[in-house]
């Protein structure tokens, strides 16, 4: 049974910092794995998706990598902003089916 | 182009009572699933339709129940309400199913039961 866990569970730094968010899994027979963004009582945003036949993704100033291998990901975070303050999760999907299994996530606050 | 719409946006509810929200997903997609979101267990996988049909379902009982319509729309409905049926409820939209496409959420339907 896969299993998605994210370290650490809440973030504090001080603006401009650059951070990781981590993210691992149980079982390497993965599909893809996306990072989401949840604002406070909103939905889910789509922040990147990562083919399990690539290494990483890049938008801005953020950057996914995977290793599939490890059963890792991470989230790269450049330059933050206190914008950038969420919750962050990462999700795996299977190669059966269109499920994904979510992470509990991390809660990131960027200080100004 | 309209986004993924969840209505209503917040439910109160009984005990007892049977509920149904509605998911509109962006227009031309086919595929929509549903999560819910509680702070204790996490966002957990519901199902997904595609074309009408179920094509996967999670580990939630039977009072959880869902569909899909020719337009893509989709309603899940859940019957005899319990209190730890209280959460986030998140319905996601993408053009198939089963591929490498980013889910498009929409916000939620916040239910809760009394």
């Known amino acids: 049974k896969q299993e998605v866990t994210q370290i650490p569970a809440a973030l504090s730094v001080p603006e401009g910092e650059n951070l990781v968010l981590n993210c691992s899994f149980t079982?390497?027979?993965?599909?893809?794995l996306q990072w989401f963004r949840q604002d406070p009582g909103k939905g889910l945003t789509s922040l990147l998706l990562?083919?399990?036949?690539?290494r990483e993704q890049t938008s801005g100033r953020l950057n996914a990598s995977l290793d599939k291998s490890s059963g890792r990901s991470t989230l790269y975070i450049a330059a933050s902003q206190p914008g950038d303050s969420a919750t962050y999760l990462c999700?795996?999907?299977?190669?059966?089916?269109?499920?994904?299994?979510f992470g509990q996530g991390t809660e990131l606050s960027v200080k100004p | 182009k309209a986004g993924v719409t969840q209505t209503p946006r917040y439910l109160i509810k009984t005990r007892g009572q049977q509920v149904t929200l509605s998911c509109s997903p962006i227009?031309?997609?086919?595929?929509v699933s549903w999560y819910q979101q509680t702070p204790g267990q996490g966002l957990q996988f519901l199902f997904e339709y595609f074309s009408e049909t179920q094509r996967n379902k999670g580990n939630f009982p039977g009072r959880f129940s869902g569909r899909q319509f020719s337009n893509s729309r989709s309603e899940m409905n859940v019957s005899t309400l319990e209190l730890g049926d209280s959460a986030l409820y998140l319905c996601a939209s993408s053009l198939e199913s089963g591929t490498n496409e980013k889910l498009f959420f929409g916000s939620g339907t916040q239910l809760s039961v009394l």
């Open positions: 079982d390497s027979a993965i599909y893809n």
């Open positions: 999700a795996v999907k299977g190669n059966q089916g269109g499920k994904l299994i």
């Open positions: 227009s031309g997609h086919r595929s």
């Open positions: 990562i083919q399990s036949s690539q």
